[in-house]
């Protein structure tokens, strides 16, 4: 077991990307919490008081009376995604690889080589718990020598009460990481791993836990409060909230004993099942996940040989003459989608998007709709949120409902992404771009075929999502009123339905074309992924988070990115969360001409760059 975990710890130390995933949460506490906000009290106006606070509001989580809170609140819902990741990448790297069965070999056993796995990656994930609380604390001192403190403030919180924060926060970043090791065993692959974990930790879990939220009673809250998430929030939570007030209870759903209870059994359980599939499978004998997904793709690239033509004149071998590259790329395309129709993960993704939009602005508006009034749903009014959930509201329920649950946190965009990086990396991670690229067709025509399948992908996605939402609200709207005759429960003209639609697939393509040219360019699924999730976590909070306070040519540049055409596409028929929260969240947009013409930039230029690198790159 210690020889396992000794070469584990060397494999993680020699590895870019478990650095990267450890360094995440220190970054985003360091960037968010402490740089941002601090240049956020620094430039607050009287005019910013009422949406942000007063100084002295925003200044007492900056100060080290409350580092503690900061650092423990991060391991919250997306806060833990670099853990499950790394478990993921760790256990699942070793499937696709086949280095499993090398490990095996080496003479201790499958559950002691586990355990060693599972030592080095709880040893790597301390590491980084414990540089978020230091990072957080040196924050602190920081700002204190550079601001004046009131003593109360700058007092540092009693031992036992640092170690308890330092103590929970550990034991929930440990049991997603098992979690993450539990998910890379199953897949067998580190890209499909991490692929449905931050499908889980950014979208599904808190999904879930606000629909508890909502439900006070039922299934609905019982699935609400068993999920991990729900457990992480109460035991972080009771520590207090930045600013020095206590958690409102609104939103510890379950009590401390069973939320403790519930992430012990979450490891516990994780670990069991792991080690029952480690004894079980044959991990010598059966090929490997890696091995496997090479074989469909050389299966399916070899159909590319039908692209070929007979010789046309002495000395020219029949067969071999490549063929036009048309014929080429319709090869290469057929090729590619009988891998992605044999890759789970590429129907989990794919589908991820309609299944958020019916969660966020159906079910969950139904549900917000039957609660109105009380609970946390006190002050919604009930007929504004079924008027969301109508027939002539259904392009901006898809709209906002598919591509975040507010503006600004377009999810639905990431699931894109990561589709692109996991399509685009596997190939040259797996080392089937020869293959690909041997059979007849040029590189280009290589490429071309497999960006048009992302795109087939992404299209067939955005459809879906639409005809899902008219399908829901017409059935929301007969179940309601009986009749789709009536105002409000028309469907939109054409032209909305068009503008609406075309929209989101520039925008879907767009994010997908990121994602191709990620994996791409890293030559990794795994890498690529491991991009996708620091942009999530860190870079796509922090643009919106300064986005409303920019001005002049900072506004300008803001622009130029794609969170601006972003907004401006998921608010473009409206937003639903006025209905449910009686104002809009801030968020910066642009013209609906000039979001077209962005996106469509960077789906250009997205799809150009990992072209350019596979007719360039040597691949041998």
Known sequence: ????????????????????????????????????????????????????????????????????????????????????????????????????????LQRPGRAASFAGQALAVAAAITGSVLATFAVAATACSVIRAVEPVNPYLAATPPSLVIAESVGAALFVALTYGMLGLFLGTVCRSGAGAIAVALLWTLIIEGTLYNLALDYPQGALRTIGDLTPGAAATVVTGFFGDPGGGATSQNYMTVGTTAAVVTLAAYMAGAAALTIIILRRRDAVTEPSRGYRLRRRHRRGHRLRRRATVPASGPGEAPGRRPAVAASGVLASLHAELLVMYKRPAVWALALAVPAEMLLNSYFNAYVSYATANSGVSLGVSGPLVLATMMPSRFLAAALSGAFGPQAGNAYGAVVFMLLGALIGGSDWGAGTIKTAVLQGPSRLCAFTGQALAVAMAVAASVALTFILAAAASAVIALHQTGSLDLAGTQFPAFDHLAEALAAALILSLAYAAVGLALGIALRSATAGIGAVLLWAVIVQPSLEYFAAQLHGIMLHLYEILPNAATNTVINLEGNPDLALYGSNFPSAQVAPVLAFLTLGLYAAAFLALPALITRRRDIV
Do not use: C, H
């Open 1 to 104: 077991m210690l020889a396992s975990m000794r070469a584990e710890l060397l494999v993680l130390r020699k590895w870019p990307a478990a650095w990267g995933l450890l360094l995440v949460t220190p970054l985003l506490v360091l960037l968010y919490d402490y740089v941002a906000e601090f240049i956020s009290y620094l430039n607050l106006i009287p005019a910013d008081y009422a949406t942000y606070g007063t100084p002295s509001q925003d200044f007492g989580s900056l100060t080290l009376s409350q580092f503690n809170i900061i650092a423990v609140n991060q391991f919250n819902f997306s806060g833990n995604a670099p853990f499950i990741a790394l478990g993921a990448v760790i256990a699942g790297g070793d499937w696709g690889r086949g280095t499993v069965t090398t490990a095996l």
